[in-house]
């Protein structure tokens, strides 16, 4: 089993940053991605970033390329989105993910483990 813990959200203004951590802990070897989607009020969950365990592939969606940025440490067995020129539109709980076999992919159903998800608000 893994368990993913995120943190990191909050209130911020348009135009300002954010950034979310999500550790794993448990059986983080298995792991073969981790990544991020969201959930906006009366929207479903979308795909907003990934990156491959060994951090020489990641896949971001259209609406957060050139802001967000994700990267990983695993040392500490922790991922980061960072969230930069942040819009009202990105106002969403924020979850991690993670998979232990096949690539990256923005199919929330083939991921196997997920966090409890951290709020994002964005005032304009």
């Known amino acids: 089993q893994v368990q993913l813990v995120e943190s990191g959200g909050g209130l911020v203004q348009a135009g300002g940053s954010l950034r979310l951590s999500c550790a794993a802990s448990?059986?983080?070897?298995?792991?073969?991605?981790m990544g991020w989607f969201r959930q906006a009020p009366g929207k479903e969950r979308e795909f907003v970033g990934a990156i491959s365990w060994s951090g020489r592939s990641t896949s971001y969606a259209d609406s957060v390329k050139g802001r967000f940025t994700i990267s990983r440490d695993n040392a500490k067995s922790t991922v980061y989105l960072q969230m930069n020129s942040l819009k009202s539109e990105d106002t969403a709980v924020y979850c991690c993910?993670?998979?232990?076999?096949?690539?990256?992919?923005?199919?929330?159903?083939?991921?196997?483990?997920w966090g409890q998800g951290t709020q994002v608000t964005v005032s304009s």
């Open positions: 448990g059986r983080t070897f298995s792991l073969n991605a």
């Open positions: 993910a993670a998979r232990y076999s096949g690539s990256i992919t923005v199919d929330g159903t083939s991921w196997n483990y």
